[in-house]
């Protein structure tokens, strides 16, 4: 079966701009969650949506948001581009009551910001 | 606060040596632990998962364990290849979708 897919795969954007990336999670998966991964940070959990409504929320500014579709997609946007935001954005997607529990994580979208 | 550490940002082996890679968490009860693989440009990859009782779990080369008293998983690569070069991560996952990662380990095995 399909893996998690994540477009665009690459992407570069102006500091100020806003951004919006996509992942569609494996089929019959309903929860997705969204980490940032930096050199300097590692990965940080961003949210997480399940049955279109976010359930976890991490640590992260007003200016990243998410959502989730009726058919488990996912979208990430991220508004007022900084140079910081540049970085591996990755969704993951996990079968609700999987034993054992574990995420399936797409490829990611590599975003610079100039 | 939760913190997790993983002891060496980088290991070089021998091929056909065991790798040994450590994750030490602090302000934590998980009930499970889960170590990644993560190749450069890539997402990471699940390998295994430990749960709070069980003292260790193995699968192929793959062996991991987990001692809640001292908060210490290892995670074990016998007869290394060149090709187990990636990062490992490990992650803790107190709540489901939110899990935390530690920062990897970059494991390189030399022909």
């Known amino acids: 079966k399909a893996g998690v897919t994540q477009t665009p795969r690459y992407l570069i954007k102006t500091r100020g701009q806003q951004v919006t990336l996509s992942c569609s999670p494996i089929?019959?998966?309903?929860?997705v969650s969204w980490y940032q991964q930096t050199p300097g940070q590692g990965l940080q959990f961003l949210f997480e949506y399940f049955s279109e409504t976010q359930r976890n929320k991490g640590n992260f500014p007003g200016r990243f948001s998410g959502r989730q579709f009726s058919n488990s997609r996912s979208e990430m946007n991220v508004s007022t581009l900084e140079l910081g935001d540049s970085a591996l954005y990755l969704c993951?997607?996990?079968?609700?009551?999987?034993?054992?529990?574990?995420?399936?994580f797409g490829s990611g979208t590599r975003l610079t910001v100039v | 606060s939760q913190k997790i550490e993983q002891n060496s940002e980088a290991l070089n082996i021998q091929e056909g040596k065991t790798a040994t890679l450590t994750c030490n968490y602090t302000?934590?009860?998980?009930?499970?632990l889960q170590w990644y693989r993560q190749d450069p440009g890539r997402g990471p990859v699940f390998l295994l998962l430990?749960?709070?009782?069980?003292k260790e779990k193995r699968k192929e080369r793959l062996k991991v364990t987990f001692d809640t008293t001292l908060k210490q998983s290892l995670f074990h690569i016998t007869a290394s290849q060149p090709a187990d070069s990636a990062t490992y991560l490990c992650a803790l996952d107190p709540n489901a979708g939110k899990s935390t990662f530690g920062d990897g380990t970059t494991l390189t095995v030399k022909p």
């Open positions: 430990i749960r709070e009782n069980e």
């Open positions: 993951a997607s996990s079968l609700e009551g999987q034993d054992p529990p574990g995420y399936t």
């Open positions: 302000n934590y009860s998980p009930a499970y």
């Open positions: 089929s019959g998966h309903r929860s």
